[in-house]
């Protein structure tokens, strides 16, 4: 098979409690043109982590230099520090290798600043009440938490009205398929595709 | 299964013997959704064509009158006419059914003016032996057609950088899923989701 369009960045966002991360591992074990972003981090690895698969591990003085224009986004969670090595992905690019990154608005509309060819795909619950339901059954919510995390889902889920594709979550089959159709088709898009495809044909 | 978003006219062109037929039928067989075009004509049916189904017989002097802007796009075919009724689309896109046609440049060109949502996809051979091949093993064609076929295809290849996808048909299984793919995906495209849908959620 030819690989004829140029790769791209497949940014996925979704409120929390969304189904995000089933949907992009189900990308990837049905899409072997897809990989997987690995951001980098200052915190320390866990058991079985390793360097440069699940993270790439620095300290934090390197992470510091590197805010300086070296990430497509990054962010500060709980005092750690994770950011997305523009490097890392111009290099999957580069391979002809489309990256997938599961990541919110702000980090979001961070990528699509530094990778204007992004696909954009945000992630819906079918209805905010099924939201609360799986956010509730995760267990480990507090009341005050769910509340907080619900208001930040309507945040979330308005700001997603800027994004090039909507799926909603009602199956997971029928999500995930339309996330394989969306990476599919825009590897068809025109301007996607070797420039040299037509003029040769046309000869 | 909701319908969230809004029905779209698919115009699936490319040079003559590239297989847009087979590939026109494989989606009509996979998506049910989507529909066949239906032209209107001067010229008489034939035994076994149905008005209403293969096309609509209608009488010469009320297709010069329609000319008037009630197609979407129309041609003279070796005397007679063929056209899309402008109506026809509405009524079907109206109805929450995708509608697609199989037609040249020129008519795609005037159907995009009319439905500017049209979703424009060209098929292109895997290259032009192939093509050339193909139209030699029609069996029906003289040296001289032959070479103007050949002619038209290259001006028509060109004319094909300018649609929204491309398709090369080099395997019908891999064209046939990746034309199934735009669809599913276009369907996932924000500005043709329902409107109401985030604010609704995001409320």
Redesign the interface.
């Known amino acids: 098979?030819?690989r004829?369009s140029h790769a791209f960045l497949i940014v996925v966002s979704g409120p929390s409690g969304v189904g995000k991360t089933t949907l992009v591992e189900r990308l990837l074990a049905s899409d072997r043109l897809v990989r997987r972003s690995i951001s980098a981090t200052t915190r320390t690895a866990r058991s079985g982590e390793v360097d440069g698969r699940d993270y790439f591990f620095i300290a934090r003085d390197r992470f510091e230099a590197m805010k300086n224009g070296e990430f497509a986004e990054w962010a500060d969670v709980h005092g750690a520090l994770y950011g997305t090595p523009k490097e890392f992905l111009q290099r999957e690019l580069d391979g002809g290798r489309d990256v997938v990154l599961n990541i919110d608005i702000q980090g979001a509309n961070q990528v699509k600043r530094s990778f204007p060819g992004a696909v954009m795909?945000?992630i819906?619950?079918p209805?905010?009440n099924d939201l609360e339901a799986r956010l509730q059954t995760r267990g480990d919510v507090s009341g005050e938490t769910l509340k907080v995390r619900l208001a930040n889902a309507?945040?979330e889920?308005?700001a997603?009205?800027?994004?090039?594709?909507?799926?909603?979550n009602?199956s997971v089959e029928?999500a995930s398929?339309?996330l394989?159709?969306?990476v599919?088709?825009?590897?068809?898009?025109?301007e996607r595709?070797a420039r040299d495809?037509?003029?040769e044909?046309?000869?």
Chains 1, 2 share one sequence.
């Not at 997603?160 to 909603?168: M, S």
């Not at 599919?184 to 025109?190: D, I, N, V, Y």
């Open positions: 098979m030819s004829l795909v945000f819906l619950p209805s905010f309507r945040k889920i308005a997603g009205a800027t994004y090039d594709y909507l799926i909603v009602d029928r398929s339309e394989a159709a969306i599919t088709a825009e590897r068809c898009r025109r595709q495809l037509v003029s044909l046309s000869r």
